[in-house]
């Protein structure tokens, strides 16, 4: 499958998607500093109630467990929107998928291009009308937490976001397939800032250590906002059922510790040298953004924190759509 125009469209988007700026250079950044470090794969792993299971174990535990909800099989046909350094249409591959990945991220596209993976840098909202109906099953692993801007929360606009994902990825998916499914994980909000719109200012604006400079925070280094719990339910009627809803919140937890601790490794290894030249270009050209995502990984742990017992602000929702038939 191919597009005639690889690129990121801004035609005709709808109100209230946020522009890919803070998202595109967080992943240039993410692109650069975390494959130096080791790390290839950015979304959380499933651990079956063992932290001592091995992480690259838990992170094919999580493709597969992706793939098996959209029913993934030979032959099949797959789009993953997001699909970051291209790890699920790896694994899709060993099944005789045919995958297709779109991202915002040319670093991305690149580094999936090079693995031989048909990947599009493509806006999910300019997917264009020649893929209609041409996909057994969709996936979004962790992509959603970037569609909504905390302006958009203020102003009321997230369900009409929402609203246009799900009528988006339904016109994509082939009517007459026997899996018709939708696969998303996405970690949802539960303690909401105070202000969505402060968290536009800096982090320092707010006590250290607050929820709201955790949010700020989170929102300045890797952009966008959470959907609320059920939100995603209410915005999918009329287009998607769902049909299962898992909570992965403490995966992400072990998952995020994982980081951590190779990160914290590679940085007092040799590799720190690779990693400081690999990262310059995105620090150059982005210095704020750059030494705020360091700080809520390495510094504040606002990353972390989102995850952490016993109160978490969030909870990460494993999600699995059932197409349905509109009258």
């Not at 993976?117 to 979004?140: K, N, Q, S």
């Not at 929820?211 to 906002?225: I, T």
């Not at 150059?284 to 742990?301: C, D, E, I, N």
């Amino acid at each position: 499958m191919s597009v005639a125009s690889s690129r990121i469209s801004t035609d005709a988007q709808p109100a209230g998607v946020q522009p890919w700026g803070t998202v595109v250079t967080c992943y240039s950044a993410v692109d650069r500093f975390f494959p130096a470090c080791g790390l290839f794969d950015l979304t959380e792993g499933i651990y079956h109630g063992n932290p001592d299971l091995p992480f690259e174990q838990a992170q094919t535990n999580q493709h597969d467990y992706l793939l098996d909800q959209v029913q993934c099989r030979a032959g099949g046909r797959l789009l993953d929107i997001g699909c970051g350094y291209g790890t699920v249409l790896q694994r899709a591959q060993h099944r005789g998928t045919v995958g297709v990945g779109i991202t915002v991220n040319t670093e991305q596209v690149c580094h999936c291009r090079r693995n031989g993976l048909d990947v599009h840098l493509l806006d999910y909202r300019a997917v264009p009308r020649e893929w209609d109906g041409t996909f057994d099953g969709l996936i979004a692993n962790g992509s959603i937490e970037h569609f909504v801007r905390p302006d958009d929360v203020a102003s009321g606009r997230t369900d009409d976001v929402y609203r246009h994902l799900f009528s988006t990825v339904h016109r994509l998916i082939d009517p007459a397939s026997p899996a018709r499914r939708f696969a998303t994980s996405t970690i949802h909000v539960l303690r909401k800032p105070s202000d969505p719109l402060a968290l536009l200012h800096s982090p320092f604006t707010f006590r250290r250590g607050s929820d709201d400079f955790h949010w700020a925070v989170l929102e300045q280094g890797w952009g966008g906002y959470y959907p609320e719990p059920g939100q995603l339910w209410r915005c999918a009627e009329g287009y998607f059922d769902l049909v299962e809803e898992v909570d992965g919140t403490e995966d992400y937890r072990l998952t995020s510790e994982e980081w951590l601790r190779q990160v914290r490794r590679a940085l007092v290894s040799p590799r720190v040298v690779t990693i400081g030249l690999r990262s310059l270009p995105v620090f150059v050209r982005a210095p704020r953004q750059f030494l705020t995502l360091l700080l809520g990984f390495l510094s504040s742990q606002s990353w972390n924190w989102q995850f952490q017992p016993p109160n978490p602000p969030t909870r990460l929702l494993r999600q699995t759509w059932a197409y349905r038939e509109r009258s």
